[in-house]
């Protein structure tokens, strides 16, 4: 049996049992997911909330932006407060201020002595932790006390969220525009969602012969809360329970003997394969053929660049939101522009960017390894990219529509604003995009056809991963569609890491190493049988911790503790290849240097090794950073997320794709001179820029949060009076060097491609000094 069969039979039922296991943590989810009441009521039996008004309060949170204005159990914007942990520790203390009123005859809970503090710990622990609900009358009773601040509580956020001058400083620290939801009726829902998400959060889950979730995970299912004890909140005894110690440092052990094994196999293996063989004389796609259908894909690259300015410019609003709260130097942009949804546009432009590269790309690639130009491809393409502009403003005007409260509530779902991150485009736009990329994996495929049905060749293994990866892509983005407008939280925060980190983390990364390595094959720099080695084992070993990675996104959001064992073990897995690219990363240079007629792609190479290095250090030391669950525990939703979220989301796919659209590009103009000291700045300015942005800003404010967090509770790393200082707005004004950097590196990119188009100088040979790259 030869190597590569090994290698597919492998990655075969690595996929199989993979899945197998996250379909079952799934279901794992679903049974332990925190349960909906039907009722809410006080002791005397007075009905509090009902679970319409928790349904339609989720509802009226999706319209303002939901994730995109502040957070949920952790997931979502950094600048508002996380609303469960900021409702947990309001109502805590309200309780305690009511005893202490009452018993001990004090203003407020802080002006009791030390001992009658601890007494009245103990009590609001035993009475906030315990579980009432009752599954068989689908009802949650709170005692008078509790229900009391309750009231209180959820005017404080009525009040917030409309327009009272009396938290007109609160929301302008929380980046909120005046009357962020439009009715009364809206606004008294929406705090019925904030509590049942923090009852969650603090009631323990019921044990056998209680309610409804089997204690499968023996004396820990008697002691964590739905939420698994997060978000850290003393008041109610909310610390990190025992397993998680013990499957963080469990993490640690499968990440070292990962790297160690992978080291051993590098060593044993390298050198294998690589006997040396004729490098062609010339550049091998000087010569290729543009179809009219490769021709067509020029305008996605336009539109790339567009997007990328675009959310370069809203990412600098969001910024500076940060700092004055609804305004940009006196302007009252919120009432135009809040930040929910400058947020949400800037997060959304971030992947669509990336994924219109990478779609461009595949429509580019067919054609160009096959020779082959279907019937109607030109239309299909051009079709495509009429599509994706309408999906594109089509979403963006119906989330504009939301939220600013324009749009009835009843249409948020299906044309407005979803409200979950990254997936927050309304469900029918969702389904066009959906039939779109069903339609690019259709004129990828047709394209090569004519390879995949042919004979074999040394080729045929690598573009089969190559339409592999193209059909999961389109696919999986299916995950998506696997929610409705009421499905549970806990089910919906499953399948969208499924979008989120499959689709993008699994799926890309595989078509874009197949690119690139069948790239470098038809460059004539490696020999094929080797590159199907090499990507084979490569995906493998990304397949291997990403498909279960997965689970490290779910640790809080009603997960067992036996499915948190397994997003421990295998999302530290995860960082395991990244050092396998750094390997790879190094050959890539060599293969730059082995021939002159390389110097054509420099810069494009350069982007590639960038790729290598920002999967380290961004994706791999400042994932792993946050990915075992004791560090995730205290990091979910401070700056040392957006840390990784940004030198991963930007430094790995971001570089990758400008790489690919350089590839793509030196064919479509590689007869014009390539003015190489712009992609020189470019490519220097956007890491020198993207290095600062973390270094300067995200790493300290994200090290003094987790600081805070761990000392006083997440509630308060979170809160505007920790935002407030003025170390905090100081250190979000450093980001102007990075950003400014960065945004030169972005023009300097945009300026390349233009002078390709605009005012061009043709080639007067193979290799002109302008484009040694020197």
């Known amino acids: 049996m030869s190597?590569?069969?090994?290698?597919?039979?492998?990655?075969?039922?690595?996929?199989?049992?993979?899945?197998?296991?996250?379909?079952?943590?799934?279901?794992?989810?679903?049974?332990?997911?925190?349960?909906?009441?039907?009722?809410?009521?006080?002791?005397?039996?007075?009905?509090?909330?009902?679970?319409?008004?928790?349904?339609?309060?989720?509802?009226?949170?999706?319209?303002?932006?939901?994730?995109?204005?502040?957070?949920?159990?952790?997931?979502?914007?950094?600048?508002?407060?996380?609303?469960?942990?900021d409702w947990l520790h309001r109502e805590a203390t309200d309780v305690l201020d009511i005893w202490a009123r009452r018993d001990g005859g004090m203003a407020t809970?802080?002006?009791?002595?030390?001992?009658?503090?601890?007494?009245?710990?103990?009590?609001?622990?035993?009475?906030?932790?315990?579980?009432?609900?009752?599954?068989?009358?689908?009802?949650?009773?709170?005692?008078?006390?509790?229900?009391?601040?309750?009231?209180?509580?959820?005017?404080?956020?009525?009040?917030?969220?409309?327009n009272d001058p009396s938290t007109l400083e609160l929301r302008e620290a929380y980046a909120m525009k005046q009357g962020t939801v439009d009715t009364a009726e809206h606004r008294r829902a929406l705090t019925a969602f904030f509590w049942?998400?923090?009852?969650?959060?603090?009631?323990?889950?019921?044990?056998?012969?209680?309610?409804?979730?089997?204690?499968?995970?023996?004396?820990?299912?008697?002691?964590?809360?739905?939420?698994?004890?997060?978000?850290?909140?003393?008041?109610?005894?909310?610390?990190?329970?025992?397993?998680?110690?013990?499957?963080?440092?469990?993490?640690?052990?499968?990440?070292?003997?990962?790297?160690?094994?992978?080291?051993?196999?590098?060593?044993?293996?390298?050198?294998?394969?690589?006997?040396?063989?004729?490098i062609p004389a010339s550049d091998p796609f000087a010569t290729l053929k543009i179809t009219p259908s490769m021709r067509a894909t020029a305008k996605y690259f336009w539109v790339v660049l567009a997007l990328f300015i675009t959310q370069i410019l809203l990412g600098a609003i969001t910024a500076h939101f940060q700092v004055e709260g609804q305004e940009a130097y006196g302007f009252a942009l919120s009432e135009y522009l809040p930040y929910s949804l400058a947020r949400t546009w800037h997060t959304q432009l971030a992947v669509l960017w990336i994924a219109t590269a990478w779609l461009a790309t595949g429509l580019y690639i067919g054609p160009a390894l096959s020779g082959h130009e279907p019937k109607y491809q030109r239309f299909g393409v051009n079709f495509l990219f009429v599509s994706l502009l309408l999906i594109v403003v089509g979403g963006f005007v119906g989330q504009w529509l939301a939220v600013m409260q324009i749009l009835p509530l009843e249409h948020n779902f299906w044309f407005g604003h979803q409200g979950w991150e990254y997936a927050d485009m309304g469900r029918f736009w969702q389904w066009y995009l959906f039939i779109g990329l069903l339609l690019w994996v259709t004129l990828v495929g047709r394209s090569l056809w004519p390879i995949l049905r042919g004979p074999a060749s040394d080729s045929k293994s690598i573009i089969g991963l190559l339409f592999m990866s193209t059909v999961a892509i389109g696919l999986f983005y299916g995950a998506a569609l696997m929610w409705g407008e009421h499905t549970h939280i806990s089910e919906v925060e499953y399948w969208r890491w499924w979008l989120v980190h499959l689709w993008v983390e699994g799926f890309f990364e595989v078509f874009a190493t197949a690119v690139m390595a069948l790239i470098f094959t038809r460059l004539g720099l490696i020999k094929t049988s080797t590159a199907n080695i090499a990507v084979l084992f490569a995906t493998i070993i990304f397949m291997s911790g990403g498909v279960l990675g997965t689970l490290h996104h779910l640790y809080f959001v009603g997960t067992p503790?036996?499915?948190?064992?397994?997003?421990?073990?295998?999302?530290?897995?995860?960082?395991?290849?990244?050092?396998?690219?750094?390997?790879?990363a190094y050959h890539t240079w060599k293969l730059g240097k082995v021939t002159p007629w390389m110097a054509r792609y420099r810069w494009p190479v350069m982007f590639f090794i960038a790729v290598s290095f920002w999967n380290l250090v961004g994706a791999g030391l400042f994932g792993f950073l946050i990915n075992p669950p004791l560090?995730?525990?205290?990091?979910?939703?401070?700056?040392?997320?957006?840390?990784?979220?940004?030198?991963?989301?930007?430094?790995?796919?971001?570089?990758?794709?400008?790489?690919?659209?350089?590839?793509?590009?030196?064919?479509?103009?590689?007869?014009?001179?390539?003015?190489?000291?712009?992609?020189?700045?470019?490519?220097?300015?956007?890491?020198?820029?993207?290095?600062?942005?973390?270094?300067?800003?995200?790493?300290?404010?994200?090290?003094?949060?987790?600081?805070a967090a761990i000392e006083h509770g997440y509630w308060y790393a979170r809160s505007a009076e920790f935002m407030q200082k003025p170390i905090v707005e100081l250190l979000i004004w450093m980001r102007m060097p990075g950003d400014v950097i960065f945004s030169i590196g972005a023009l300097a990119l945009c300026w390349f491609v233009l002078r390709l188009w605009i005012a061009p100088r043709r080639q007067a040979a193979e290799i002109g000094e302008s484009e040694t790259g020197q």
């Open 561 to 584: 503790i036996a499915v948190v064992a397994l997003g421990a073990s295998f999302s530290a897995l995860e960082v395991v290849p990244l050092a396998y690219l750094g390997f790879e």
């Open 631 to 707: 560090s995730l525990y205290y990091m979910q939703g401070l700056n040392l997320t957006a840390l990784h979220a940004h030198t991963a989301l930007f430094g790995v796919y971001g570089m990758l794709g400008i790489a690919l659209v350089l590839f793509c590009l030196r064919g479509l103009r590689g007869q014009m001179v390539w003015d190489t000291r712009a992609l020189k700045t470019s490519f220097w300015g956007l890491n020198i820029g993207l290095a600062l942005m973390g270094v300067l800003t995200l790493l300290p404010l994200g090290t003094m949060q987790l600081l």
């Open 109 to 162: 809970y802080a002006d009791l002595p030390a001992e009658e503090q601890g007494a009245l710990r103990g009590r609001l622990q035993a009475m906030m932790r315990a579980n009432t609900y009752d599954a068989k009358t689908g009802t949650i009773t709170l005692t008078q006390d509790r229900a009391a601040a309750l009231s209180n509580v959820a005017a404080h956020y009525e009040s917030l969220f409309g």
């Open 3 to 85: 190597s590569t069969r090994k290698l597919w039979l492998a990655l075969a039922a690595l996929l199989l049992v993979s899945f197998s296991v996250l379909l079952w943590a799934g279901s794992e989810i679903f049974r332990a997911a925190p349960p909906m009441p039907e009722k809410v009521l006080a002791e005397d039996g007075s009905v509090i909330y009902t679970r319409a008004d928790i349904e339609q309060g989720r509802q009226v949170w999706q319209s303002i932006g939901g994730m995109q204005l502040g957070s949920i159990w952790g997931h979502g914007a950094y600048v508002a407060p996380d609303w469960s942990a």
């Open 196 to 278: 049942w998400t923090a009852w969650a959060a603090t009631t323990e889950r019921a044990s056998d012969g209680e309610t409804l979730v089997p204690a499968k995970d023996g004396i820990a299912n008697k002691k964590v809360t739905y939420t698994n004890n997060w978000p850290s909140e003393p008041l109610v005894g909310n610390t990190p329970p025992p397993a998680l110690w013990v499957w963080s440092a469990f993490s640690v052990l499968f990440l070292i003997a990962g790297i160690a094994i992978l080291g051993w196999h590098y060593a044993v293996t390298h050198g294998r394969g690589e006997e040396t063989h004729k």
